[in-house]
Structure formats: C-alpha cells, structure tokens
C-alpha cells in the first residue's frame, strides 16, 4: 500500500490560492497527489475589481458570493479546501494609512493565529507546504499575517508539547514561499509579446525600480504549463475579483507555456535531503514516503 502523497497551500483570501500556484496543484491533483488549501479569511472586505459584478446586490452578499466563488474554483481544480475563519482586513490606503478594522486577521497574535492551522496540519498531516514569504508576496496585511501564522504553524505542529489539544503532532517536511512575479519571468513574456507584434502589459511594471524581486532566491520550478488553463479557469471563478477582459489574461496561454512553462518558489524550511534547484515541491520526499 502506497501512502498518498499530500500538499497544502496557505492562503490568505479566497482567489489568492488561483492566482499563486493553481497551476502546480493542478497537476499534483492529477497525479493523484491530496491537496487541501487553507483560506485564512472570507475576503469580506474585498474590493469588487470586476466592473460587470460592481452592482448593489453583489456588495450586499459579498460574504456569501466569495464563499459560493471559492467551491467553483476548488471544484475546477480538484482540490479540498478549509476556511480558517478569520476576518479579512482590507487594504488601507491614504497617507498616513488608517488603522485596521478591529477583530481583523491582520491585528492577531500569529501564535493564536496559528491555531487552527496547527489542528488542520495535525488532521490533514501535509507532507509539503506553501505559503507566501515574510513581505506577503505583497504588502497586504493579511498576507503578511498569513506568512507568520504558517510559519508558526509549520514549525509548533510536530511539536508533541504544543497544544496537545489540537491532536496527534505532525511535522511536514518542506515549507515553500510562492515565487510569484519574479523580474525574469515578466522580462521573458513581455519581450515575448513583444516579439509577436502584441502589447505587453509588463510595460509599467518593468519600469518600476521600486519593485522588490527576489529571483534570486528561487529554489524550484514546477513544470505545469498544460495547466496554466485549469489555472485561470480557477481564477475566472471568482469573477468579484476578477475581470475576465483584465490584465490577467493579456498574455495568450500557448506564449506562457512556450517562455516561460513553471510556477516557481523558495525552499524556506526542509527536513529533507533535495539538491537544489529542484523541479519538484515532493523531492527528497517522494522515495520514502512512497517506499513507507
């Protein structure tokens, strides 16, 4: 009997799990591996960024549509999904930034935070997890909440003194931080637009000097372009936050998987022996789990 192979991917708003490294579980789900992805909040206080959906209605019920948007999307990618029921702090802007809405995910104690991660990690028992890095990805304050209560998570599940309430200790074996938008990568498919004769949506990015990357610090890339369509149907699916004519979808699929076929991520924590770089969340895992 060969033990299932198992991933999860911490997510801070539902949408975000489609929009950072669907494509891989995608093809982790198709090659039979479990996946679950924890959603942090319910995205209450998301912007409505999809101008066919910025209607009353939708604003009054956004609570109940973000929810029915996450089960479409989990159901195009085939994975399992648990919310951990914190509430969304929605982005501040001005200057100075107001403060966070209170009782918000963003002003938790990440130790409390880590709570009922710790519990979903001791039930689910994930070989692998991924999260975002410490800047969030983006400088969203659930993002970084996110990034500090998986850290937390990862590191006090395993550990049988902490919270033996919350079930048997289980230590995953790998933590990756999603890659995401790394300067290569939209370097590679905006000259590729480029060179087909088409605009790229890269343009104003490119020129922003001020925009962290941390390509350097890419340790893995998971091949999964024959995904990348499973990807933005997942991501169409939350048509709130989505707009299905916007930037997102500027970049025609077969361009993507000709320049650039991977998503990509940082290795932060291993408890296993993988050389790097790697093409796989699962290396070093993989032969002992499956021989197990």
């Not at 996946?35 to 960024?49: Q, Y």
């Not at 993002?143 to 550990?159: S, T």
């Not at 024959?226 to 970049?251: C, I, M, S």
């Not at 993507?256 to 790697?278: F, G, N």
Request: net charge negative.
């Amino acid at each position: 009997m060969v033990e299932q192979l198992r991933l999860m991917t911490v997510h801070a708003h539902p949408d975000d799990e489609s929009s950072k490294g669907a494509a891989t579980m995608a093809r982790y789900v198709a090659e039979g591996v479990d996946v679950l992805v924890a959603t942090c909040t319910g995205g209450e206080r998301g912007s409505v960024l999809n101008p066919k959906m910025d209607r009353p209605e939708v604003w009054e019920n956004i609570a109940d549509i973000r929810r029915k948007e996450m089960d479409t999307a989990r159901e195009i990618l085939g994975v399992r999904q648990a919310w951990l029921g914190f509430v969304d702090s929605g982005l501040p802007e001005g200057d100075p930034l107001p403060p966070l809405p209170e009782g918000c995910f963003g002003l938790v104690d990440p130790a409390e935070g880590a709570l009922p991660l710790i519990k979903l990690i001791r039930e689910f028992r994930p070989h692998v997890m991924t999260t975002y890095d410490e800047n969030g990805g983006y400088p969203h304050p659930d993002h970084i909440m996110c990034h500090k209560v998986a850290v937390a998570a990862f590191e006090a599940a395993g550990d049988p003194e902490q919270h033996p309430e919350l079930g048997e200790p289980w230590q995953p074996l790998k933590l990756y931080y999603n890659g995401g938008w790394t300067r290569a990568r939209m370097l590679a498919l905006h000259e590729g637009m480029l060179a087909m004769g088409l605009e790229s949506p890269y343009t104003e990015w490119l020129q922003n000097e001020d925009r962290q990357d941390r390509g350097d610090k890419i340790t893995t890339r998971v091949e999964c372009g024959e995904y990348f369509e499973t990807r933005d149907n997942a991501l169409r699916a939350h048509a709130t936050q989505v707009d299905p004519d916007g930037f997102w979808f500027k970049v025609p699929l077969e361009l993507q998987q000709k320049v650039w076929p991977t998503e990509d991520y940082e290795l932060a924590r291993s408890l296993v022996d993988s050389p790097i770089p790697e093409s796989d969340l699962f290396a070093g895992i993989r032969e002992s789990v499956q021989a197990h």
